[in-house]
């Protein structure tokens, strides 16, 4: 199977966006200056995924998609997935803690776990990550940078509910 990978220029700059061709495996945030020669068994391609992908990233940057509607794959245990999946549920707009995530799952004392899974998450935005906060409501880890984290929940806000700065 081959992989893919595209660069895609965000307002919070650029995004490697990966997939194996029938899924996306993850969209990171990049530096830019990090070195952009493509591994072995790697082309650089858009198949109709990842060219599905840029029109709904672009879309979300817009203010005009709220949510995603793209095949994902990520490799990670039941429970990971779990976590991924329960991400997803959070709506636009929205956050909640890392606590409250824990307790949909159904297992409160799985907060630690959560928050490492969140970390580990490779599919940023469209697996969105960026809507976990503290329980006190402040800005906690997020792999991007917490200045991207913040952009990312004010962008929503502003587009959800016209609220032009939350922190």
């Known amino acids: 199977m081959s992989n893919y990978r595209t660069y895609y220029a965000s307002p919070l700059g650029d995004l490697l966006i ?3 061709g029938q899924a ?3 969209i990171l945030f990049t530096d ?16 109709d995924v990842v060219q599905h992908c840029i029109r ?8 005009t998609r709220e949510s995603f509607a793209l095949p994902i794959a990520q490799k990670g245990t039941d429970f990971q997935q779990s976590v991924w999946k329960a991400l997803c549920t959070i709506p636009y707009g929205r956050t909640c803690s890392y606590g409250a995530l824990a307790r949909q799952l ?10 490492t899974t969140n970390g580990k998450n ?3 935005i469209v697996v969105p990550c960026h809507r976990v906060i503290g329980a006190d ?5 997020y792999g991007g940078g917490l200045w991207r984290k913040k952009w990312l929940l004010e962008h ?10 939350l922190f």
């Open 32 to 47: 830019a200056e990090q070195d952009k020669t493509l591994p072995e068994n790697t082309r650089e391609a858009r198949p």
């Open 24 to 26: 996306i495996t993850g």
């Open 122 to 124: 490779q599919i940023s």
């Open 137 to 141: 409501g402040s800005l906690t880890g």
């Open 18 to 20: 990966t997939s194996d």
């Open 156 to 165: 929503e806000q502003r587009f959800k509910y016209g609220i032009q700065t």
């Open 106 to 115: 159904g297992n409160e004392k799985s907060i630690r776990a959560v928050g």
């Open 56 to 63: 709904q990233l672009d879309e979300y940057f817009a203010g």
